[in-house]
């Protein structure tokens, strides 16, 4: 290694770097820092490093910091740990045990879906034994959250999430540097591979849906690789009602609310390209996936693979305390392939029976080829570290007013100034929120039901004119025909449309003198039978129309 | 109001084919909407494919009475939720494919529902198909009989397939392609003005998955 020339250098070396961690986290690992002067290696130890000491001294400030910068938490054992304290930080529960919810009777109404869902799950994951394992826990998860909190709705999706956390969660148990973290993998998919003698699990298992035997299937003798259930629930748990609770309602209306953003967000960003792809005119739908599932439906969590950047996202996310982050950044890969997604959109043009499809069909082209682009993902989480403060944003007017992104994942602690304690939620509070939440939603959606009758009603009513015209009795034909022939036959003898002017000026005439006299019955008589005049006009001479004319005047 | 529209291809670009199908897959959670979709356009079988969450599309291009027809085919997410974003993606379309799972009633139940849906929001020349997926399976419960007399009362024509053992799922969707180019050429001749809707169409290809009549909705 190269000895460092300036001070700032020399001092990251030594071990008293680690008492001013806090004052260096914030830029340290930024890509225009000094650091990178080092090999991403040496990095990463040292980051280890400050991360173990803030996990030590429970630092939250300077673990926030740490999860936003450069590799985020970088592997697994560490992201657990941080997961843990700055999830637990965010919800506060209260002191007592919690209701066992394994009985069959606390079942929720979305299981069966959930079911669906988990049996789709972990498709990367070769080893079928240990595909198995983490489907068992995904789904025991997600079934204890939904009968906990009864009020939420489950929705597809929710299961990528979820398993973002299984996998961090089931790689391995303790805190140990990285060279042990390797032997502890090797361990555990060796005890999984023996099979039925070290875990109790089988497909028998799999059908029981009960939580004691979830116990059993992941602990051995020792309970050193076994995973900690308790506190991937804790994590879970408070992720969810803190930053997903406005996809969890009964309907799709708030999250869509959120995905409205992304438009305006890519229009402050570059206004050309919102312009050019019609954002103005087109849902964002082609959002939906990325969104509900924070990118983990297009980029699947693995166990392999310190770097992932999945991770990386959810260590941003949780540090920040921002759900208005992954619109942010979707708005920014949008726009980081704005060449492409311009290219494909000139030449798909005539492709598409409309613009809905073709900008959903382009950017399901582009953005999905770029998923696992680690450099551009790279340089859209050092955007969003660095231009973040700059995209002066108000979500207030485009969410309800309980919405993840204006209560409880603003975003906001990160920027305070130093040394600030952290935005805290009661769980008595946030589920206050949540019930608020979902009465809002009933509200909207019933509102909504309303309109979509009326537009129903009108429709109809639309159609029934129409074919009442179309299908109307001879007699209607007859008379319309009548009242066009007798038009036509007085242009053709007036033979200007001059004559049309004097015309109706005596017909307002007569109604202004009819209405002064008070005989409002004359006046109706003209209005609804104004052909009649016409046709009495037509049978005197056009000298004595034009003298009856004058006289009127 | 025609809703019958293939974009033709402009000469001198360069393109492979002669015109482009919208096809919208729907059904229940489940049924095999994916897959068979992964079967017909990649022939692949995977028993247990990702969810889908709000809206996929492929594009495959097949071969019609010697035209090159672009299947673009729109595959949707099952749970009821997401129909508010999927329905968006209905106009359009000129197939439309119901799937059910032949060992799940309650999702051949469904259908119903979903041919309302339909009915609200795509267009009313849309050919429409209806799928029994997962023939291959012992644990059937609802029978051929049932699925056909369900059709007939829809006035759709009726296929049932496996997408596991590769059983009628490319006559699903060439059928399909069939029926909407008949129908394209119907109207050319009534002079594309709407006529022709009346008319009964024959499904002349040869399985015998297919029931005879096929009404034009």
């Given at each position: 290694m190269q000895s460092p020339t300036t001070t700032k250098q020399s001092s990251i070396t030594t071990d008293q770097?680690?008492?001013?961690?806090?004052?260096?986290?914030?830029?340290?690992?930024?890509?225009?820092?000094?650091?990178?002067?080092?090999?991403?290696?040496?990095?990463?130890?040292f980051k280890r490093k400050l991360i173990c000491s803030s996990l030590e001294k429970r630092d939250i400030a300077t673990l926030l910091k740490l999860g936003v910068s450069n590799f985020g938490f970088i592997s697994a054992d560490l992201r657990r740990e941080s997961w843990y304290l700055l999830l637990c930080e965010q919800l506060l529960l209260p002191q007592g045990s919690r209701t066992d919810v394994s009985d069959d009777k606390f079942r929720h109404r979305d299981e069966n879906q959930v079911h669906l869902d988990v049996q789709r799950s972990f498709t990367g994951v070769k080893d079928l034994q240990r595909k198995e394992t983490l489907r068992t826990l995904l789904k025991n998860i997600i079934i204890r959250i939904l009968r906990t909190h009864h009020q939420l709705n489950y929705y597809q999706g929710y299961h990528d999430v979820v398993s973002v956390f299984i996998v961090i969660f089931a790689q391995c148990k303790r805190y140990y540097p990285s060279d042990r973290m390797q032997e502890d993998v090797l361990l555990f998919s060796d005890m999984t591979n023996r099979g039925d003698e070290d875990v109790s699990f089988s497909t028998e298992?799999?059908?029981n849906n009960t939580n004691s035997t979830l116990t059993q299937a992941f602990e051995d003798k020792d309970g050193n690789f076994a995973v900690d259930e308790q506190k991937l629930f804790r994590c879970v748990e408070a992720f969810t009602l803190l930053y997903l609770r406005d996809f969890m309602m009964d309907s799709l209306d708030f999250p869509i609310d959120q995905l409205r953003i992304i438009p305006r967000l890519i229009k402050t960003i570059d206004k050309n390209l919102y312009k050019k792809l019609r954002l103005d005119q087109v849902e964002p739908f082609f959002a939906v996936s990325s969104i509900l599932t924070i990118f983990s439906h297009e980029m699947k969590p693995m166990e392999d693979g310190e770097s992932s950047i999945i991770f990386c996202i959810f260590d941003y996310i949780i540090s920040s305390q921002s759900m208005s982050a992954p619109l942010l950044m979707y708005a920014n890969l949008v726009v980081e392939n704005k060449n492409r997604l311009l290219e494909e959109y000139e030449t798909n043009l005539e492709n598409f029976g409309n613009y809905i499809d073709l900008v959903h069909g382009i950017m399901q082209k582009v953005l999905l080829g770029v998923s696992y682009d680690e450099k551009l993902w790279d340089r859209i989480l050092q955007k969003m570290r660095t231009d973040v403060k700059n995209v002066n944003f108000s979500y207030?007017?485009?969410?309800?007013?309980?919405?993840?992104?204006?209560?409880?994942?603003?975003?906001k602690p990160i920027f305070t100034p130093q040394g600030n304690s952290q935005t805290r939620y009661d769980l008595n509070y946030v589920k206050n929120l949540?019930?608020?939440e979902i009465q809002l939603n009933t509200k909207r959606k019933l509102l909504s039901n309303q309109k979509n009758d009326k537009k129903k009603t009108n429709f109809t009513?639309?159609?029934?004119?129409?074919?009442?015209?179309c299908s109307a009795s001879f007699v209607y034909k007859i008379s319309i025909f009548i009242g066009l022939m007798a038009l036509m036959i007085k242009f053709y003898r007036g033979s200007s449309i001059k004559h049309l002017i004097p015309q109706t000026k005596m017909y307002i005439g007569k109604l202004r003198s009819s209405s002064l006299a008070g005989l409002y019955q004359e006046s109706k008589y003209i209005w609804l039978d104004p052909l009649y005049g016409i046709l009495q006009n037509m049978v005197t001479s056009v000298s004595s129309r034009n003298t009856s004319f004058v006289v009127n005047k | 109001m025609s809703g019958l529209r293939t974009v033709s291809a402009s000469s001198g670009n360069g393109?492979?084919?002669?015109?482009?199908?919208?096809?919208?897959?729907?059904?229940?959670?489940?049924?095999?909407?994916?897959?068979?979709?992964?079967?017909f356009v990649d022939d692949k079988f995977n028993p247990s494919f990702i969810t889908t969450i709000g809206i996929d599309f492929k594009i495959k291009t097949?071969?019609?009475?010697?035209k090159k027809i672009k299947l673009q085919l729109w595959d949707t997410a099952g749970q009821e939720r997401f129909r508010t974003i999927t329905t968006a993606y209905y106009r359009g379309a000129m197939g439309i494919i119901l799937v059910y799972d032949v060992t799940d009633e309650r999702t051949f139940s469904n259908i119903r529902q979903w041919f309302k849906t339909v009915n609200e929001h795509a267009n009313d020349d849309a050919q429409l198909l209806l799928v029994g997926n997962k023939s291959d399976m012992d644990t059937r419960t609802v029978t051929y009989e049932q699925g056909e007399a369900l059709a007939k009362e829809l006035g759709i024509p009726f296929i049932e397939s496996s997408a596991k053992n590769d059983d009628n799922v490319n006559e699903i969707f060439f059928t399909l392609a069939k029926l909407i180019q008949e129908k394209i050429d119907n109207d050319k001749l009534a002079g594309g003005s709407g006529a022709g809707k009346e008319g009964n169409i024959n499904i002349n290809s040869g399985s015998s998955a297919n029931s005879k009549n096929a009404c034009c909705n």
């Open positions: 770097s680690l008492h001013h961690c806090e004052l260096l986290a914030e830029s340290i690992f930024d890509e225009k820092s000094v650091v990178t002067f080092f090999t991403h290696r040496e990095q990463k130890d298992d799999m059908n207030k007017k485009l969410v309800n007013k309980f919405s993840v992104l204006v209560t409880t994942a603003t975003g949540l019930n608020k009513l639309l159609h029934r004119l129409s074919s009442l015209t | 393109k492979s084919y002669d015109s482009i199908m919208k096809i919208l897959l729907i059904g229940d959670s489940g049924v095999g909407k994916s897959c068979l979709l992964v079967r097949v071969d019609i009475n010697g």
